[in-house]
């Protein structure tokens, strides 16, 4: 009895390595990491996030989102969907280009979210394929007016060295 106890002991333990292997290979992202591809696709797709609400929007994977992840990087979405993410972003680390100044500048951070007549951009955890090629992101450009903004669940790939949008779901319009 004692025996069969430690062979489950042992393959219980094997199987939670494998997942934390698993994890480690396929989902761990840094945070310099998503930095750096948040801003590569906001350069690369002139998004112009100027003000950046510092709570990550509330990301909803739906099945649809996932047909442009191969069956690994499916593992990896699960996984970086699954773990706890930061819920704040970090000041002077998402940038934007200024057309007005013609360089690029930090994105403002704005704590208090809700403020009236201020175009805010509300941006979730962005999910990231294994080989960093695919990003999944929920993006809302929010003006707090009750009559303006825009959002959606938006899939990038990365495509001879650039982030294209290939993909959107769940976008509205208002």
């Not at 494998?18 to 396929?26: E, F, Q, V």
């Not at 057309?99 to 208090?112: P, W």
């Not at 979730?124 to 009750?146: E, F, G, R, W």
């Not at 899939?155 to 769940?170: M, P, Q, V, Y």
Request: proline content about 2%; hydrophobic content about 35%.
């Amino acid at each position: 009895m004692l025996n069969i106890l430690k062979s489950k002991l042992f393959i219980s333990t094997l199987f939670l390595c494998a997942i934390a292997g698993i994890y480690y290979c396929y989902a761990h992202v840094s945070d310099q990491d998503r930095y750096e591809i948040m801003n590569e696709i906001d350069r690369d797709n002139n998004l112009g996030w100027d003000k950046i609400c510092s709570t990550y929007q509330r990301f909803e994977t739906f099945e649809n989102d996932l047909g442009t992840f191969s069956l690994i990087d499916r593992v990896s979405v699960y996984f970086q969907k699954t773990i706890p993410y930061r819920d704040t972003i970090k000041p002077n680390k998402i940038k934007y280009y200024s057309r007005r100044t013609k360089s690029f500048q930090y994105a403002e951070i704005i704590k208090n979210c809700d403020q009236e007549h201020l175009i805010i951009y509300k941006i979730s955890y962005p999910i990231i394929s294994a080989d960093h090629k695919t990003v999944m992101i929920t993006i809302t450009q929010d003006c707090n007016c009750l009559l303006g903004g825009q959002g959606g669940t938006y899939i990038f790939k990365k495509i001879n060295k650039r982030w294209k949008l290939t993909g959107s779901n769940n976008s509205w319009i208002s």
